[in-house]
């Protein structure tokens, strides 16, 4: 919501306080790390911070079980966003045995809050962007380049911090898009909405020791069981565990094999197969055989689509049948079923 300045029957842009200090500033970005949940609308298990140049960032796992990053800084150039790209494939590559070593409690505590976090969450959910960035400043380059990093799971949040005479900080958390991404405002010249105020004499430093207690926000409506996460073994197939999120259309084991095969036999082979979500960063493709395996592009193969799908995206509990296609836009899996 934008807000004007009537004047001489003219609508003008509203220009709220001054610019902000550092020091707001900084109380600004200290409280965006404790309430990121809030401030993002997104539920998630926060793992742990780590301080990094700049800011801090967050390990976190989404609803859908992928492990994700969130980092919260000062300044955004371009040498910091491929910092903060490197550091979220890396954090995207941690296992559950490290995760759990990390969190707050250990194995238990994780396991437990785990447990609670994915029953409040709703089934079939699809993982979210790998990389979250929420920066007070984001460079022209960055901002130019935005629509190539937004294909490549990056989503980037601008803080607009303003300051009041009676020492109160306005705080404006706008998701940049690509149609919009150039376009830079000024604040001394553009009005921002106060989307939330904080007090300029909040702690002016982001605690680095202190790991914030597990947040859901705004949770979909929770599911009657909570349920365990499902082990992955190395080569990504699920193990013999309770399945979290989205059920299967077929269940692994002999029922899947065998589905898949009879697809297989029905097509031309070898086929290929598409997981596309360009506005979330996903781009897998894979080769079915005439015998029903599918092979991934780092050459692991797999005769259940949906291990195929986790082991691509590195999570779990995707339902393969319905995000592998027979080619861009083809028939779904689970669509050439009999």
Do not use: C
């Not at 998630?44 to 800011?55: F, K």
């Not at 780092?298 to 080619?327: F, K, M």
């Amino acid at each position: 919501m934008a807000l004007f300045d009537l004047k001489d029957d003219r609508l003008e842009p509203a220009v709220l306080g001054r610019p902000a200090t550092d020091a707001d500033r900084t109380a600004v970005l200290a409280a965006v790390r404790r309430q990121i949940a809030e401030v993002l609308h997104r539920p998630l298990l926060a793992v742990g911070w780590d301080q990094v140049v700049g800011g801090d960032a967050l390990t976190a796992l989404d609803a859908a079980g992928q492990v994700i990053t969130i980092e919260v800084i000062d300044v955004l150039d371009s040498t910091a966003l491929l910092l903060a790209m490197a550091r979220a494939t890396n954090a995207a590559r941690t296992g559950r045995d490290q995760l759990a070593s990390r969190y707050p409690g250990g194995l238990p505590a994780f396991e437990r809050d785990w447990s609670g976090f994915r029953g409040a969450m709703p089934a079939g959910v699809e993982p979210g962007p790998r990389l979250t960035i929420v920066a007070t400043t984001i460079a022209d380059d960055v901002r130019t380049s935005f629509g190539m990093i937004a294909e490549s799971g990056v989503e980037l949040h601008e803080l607009r911090v303003r300051s009041t005479e009676d020492g109160r900080a306005l705080v404006s958390v706008e998701l940049l898009h690509t149609d919009v991404a150039s376009q830079a405002l000024d604040l001394d010249q553009a009005a921002d909405p106060a989307v939330q105020t904080v007090a300029s004499d909040a702690d002016p430093e982001p605690s680095t020791a202190t790991v914030p207690t597990p947040v859901v926000a705004e949770p979909p409506s929770p599911q009657p069981d909570a349920v365990a996460p499902v082990p992955v073994s190395a080569s990504g197939h699920r193990l013999d565990a309770a399945a979290l999120g989205a059920e299967p259309t077929v269940p692994s084991g002999a029922a899947s094999e065998q589905a898949l095969a009879t697809i297989a036999q029905a097509l031309e082979t070898p086929a290929t197969l598409v997981w596309l979500r360009r506005r979330r960063g996903i781009d897998h493709r894979a080769t079915l055989a005439a015998d029903g395996t599918i092979t991934l592009a780092d050459g692991t193969a797999y005769r259940d689509p949906s291990a195929a799908a986790n082991a691509a995206q590195h999570t779990q509990d995707i339902d393969g049948w319905r995000v592998w296609r027979v080619g861009v836009g083809g028939p779904s899996l689970r669509e050439l079923l009999a």
